[in-house]
């Protein structure tokens, strides 16, 4: 699903509310499932420059691998309580119940999903043991990203994007937030041009006729309301109450293109500096001095200057 808006219209907002990072004013995020998972791949992304490119995927079991300590750590406490029953009932207590927690992830296997992973998000064998921080921000987004495909199975996505050639192949359904309003629209980016469009030209025609009948309708009162027909200026009120109680076609928003023109560029003379009687000196000593007929260029990043030196 492409999520789309103008800088400002709420995009980032509303992904942090269905994905529980901020309360919403008013309604209900509907999971599908109630015991779906929402990941949220923020713009400054979570990871340790300190850590190792596979250290990084790793942290993505933190729980389990948290689970697994505590495991081991409960172990040994066992085989150091044979003198205190009590004490190793509730230590085998707390053994069985996270035995059951560990059973339901094998790090191993998490193992084989980081290394299938690596490559498949473009990175090489020998990055595995690099520092997150010796990579750009690009790729520490990637290991952002490979930190969220890690904990999920089935990974539906709202994206954000102002790639539109990125993004046409990806989505299936595009949802457009405009002056508060969010609507949606079937097919990917090119299906959407067409039908907003004809709804933009709908819209602004409706909008349109309701003002027209407004103004209409006040020009009406007015007359009638300063001429001998006074008494008819009632009819005219209710008629204008009416439209204006009447729920109000809002005048779509129609984004402004940005045009910008640049002059012709005109050719410069030929000598742009012309230079007399130069003489530069540190000291007693001299550094530069005109000669007759010397010539100097000067090069920038645009266009070359002649300095014609003459005494």
């Known amino acids: 699903m492409g999520l789309l808006g103008v800088n400002g219209a709420g995009k980032t907002t509303q992904l942090r509310i269905i994905s529980g990072l901020e309360e919403s004013d008013s309604g209900n995020v509907i999971k599908a499932k109630a015991n779906m998972k929402i990941a949220f791949l923020s713009q400054e992304f979570e990871v340790l420059g300190t850590r190792t490119v596979k250290e990084e995927f790793m942290n993505a079991f933190k729980e389990e691998m948290e689970v697994a300590e ?100 990806l989505y299936t359904k595009i949802v457009e937030t405009d002056t508060g309003v969010s609507r949606t629209y079937d097919g990917n980016y090119s299906d959407y041009v067409i039908p907003r469009a004809a709804w933009i030209e709908a819209q602004l025609a409706a909008w349109e006729k309701q003002q027209r009948e407004i103004e209409q309708t006040k020009d009406l009162t007015d007359r009638l309301s300063a001429g001998a027909n006074a008494g008819h200026a009632s009819t005219a009120e209710k008629k204008l109450e009416k439209l204006q109680d009447e729920e109000q076609v809002d005048k779509p928003f129609i984004r402004k293109q940005m045009k910008i023109w640049f002059p012709e560029r005109r050719r410069s003379g030929r000598d742009v500096v012309t230079i007399k009687n130069l003489e530069f000196a540190y000291e007693d000593k001299i550094v530069v001095k005109c000669c007759l007929g010397s010539t100097m260029y000067c090069q920038t990043i645009s266009c070359r200057i002649r300095l014609k030196l003459l005494i």
Do not use: C, T, Y
């Open 70 to 169: 505590r495991l081991e750590k409960v172990q040994k406490a066992i085989e150091k309580s044979v003198d205190d029953l009590e004490l190793m009932g509730r230590l085998f207590d707390e053994f069985d119940l996270l035995q059951r927690r560990a059973q339901a992830v094998d790090l191993d296997e998490a193992d084989v999903k980081i290394n299938k992973l690596i490559p498949e998000l473009g990175f090489v064998p020998e990055d595995s043991d690099r520092l997150v921080a010796s990579f750009s921000s690009g790729w520490q987004m990637r290991m952002s990203l490979g930190k969220i495909l890690l904990q999920m199975q089935d990974v539906p996505m709202v994206i954000i994007s102002r790639d539109r050639a990125f993004l046409d192949p």
